[in-house]
T-cell receptor, first 113, second 118 residues
Framework: DAGVTQSPTHLIKTRGQQVTLRCSPK?????VSWYQQALGQGPQFIFQYYEEEERQRGNFPDRFSGHQFPNYSSELNVNALLLGDSALYLCASSQTGAPYEQYFGPGTRLTVT | AQKITQTQPGMFVQEKEAVTLDCTYD???????LFWYKQPSSGEMIFLIY??????QNATEGRYSLNFQKARKSANLVISASQLGDSAMYFC???????????????FGKGTKLSVIP
């Protein structure tokens, strides 16, 4: 049973560029959440997708956008990258009705230079 | 105010000993859930244990138990018989609102780095 997968593992981008991160949820899960974890900090909630719509959003600017596909996989897009966007981006999946069971992927390490 | 506070940036424990990692939380919602996650150096967040605000008994999962003191708003993680593989960052997190309703996001603390000494 495959868990949550994320790609790519690592990414280096330049300020001002755009980036797309991808996440495939655990089998049977229909909800995907994205978190940003800066070095030495706990993860911060970016947004959550369910039924291909953004259901809830944390305190992140509009430069952060997402998408969920019919197969429940999800993308996180960040435009106009800033140095401060350098972080580990974690994807978590869960099933409606059991949101306490959030399974995390291994993350994508984004470095902005 | 911080919603989740973990006051121990780092902890050391001898192998085979028990250790308690502290977590206090702040919420006015009567329905909430508390989580503990382990994050090894590889980065993946591993779910350890969950406690619902209405659960009468403290949650236990193998060597992990959650010491839930609702009046004090604390949810400490107890790891019994520590192993070298327990060395990692540990995060306390909270979800506010009932399952299936309310807030879906997890709010995390800053974490505690646990080091197990042979």
């Amino acid at each position: 049973d495959a868990g949550v997968t994320q790609s790519p593992t690592h990414l280096i981008k330049t300020r001002g560029q755009q980036v797309t991160l991808r996440c495939s949820p655990k089998s049977g899960h229909d909800t995907v959440s994205w978190y940003q974890q800066a070095l030495g900090q706990g993860p911060q909630f970016i947004f959550q997708y369910y039924e291909e719509e953004e259901r809830q959003r944390g305190n992140f600017p509009d430069r952060f956008s997402g998408h969920q596909f019919p197969n429940y996989s999800s993308e996180l897009n960040v435009n106009a990258l800033l140095l401060g966007d350098s972080a580990l981006y974690l994807c978590a999946s869960s099933q409606t009705g059991a949101p306490y069971e959030q399974y995390f992927g291994p993350g994508t390490r984004l470095t902005v230079t | 105010a911080q919603k989740i506070t973990q006051t121990q940036p780092g902890m050391f424990v001898q192998e085979k000993e028990a250790v308690t990692l502290d977590c206090t939380y702040d919420t006015s919602d009567p329905s909430y859930g508390l989580f503990w996650y382990k994050q090894p150096s590889s980065g993946e967040m591993i779910f350890l244990i969950y406690q619902g605000s209405y659960d009468q008994q403290n949650a236990t999962e193998g060597r992990y138990s959650l010491n839930f003191q609702k009046a004090r708003k604390s949810a400490n993680l107890v790891i019994s018989a520590s192993q070298l593989g327990d060395s990692a960052m540990y995060f306390c997190a909270m979800r506010e609102g009932r399952s299936g309703a309310g807030s879906y996001q997890l709010t995390f603390g800053k974490g505690t780095k646990l080091s197990v000494i042979p």
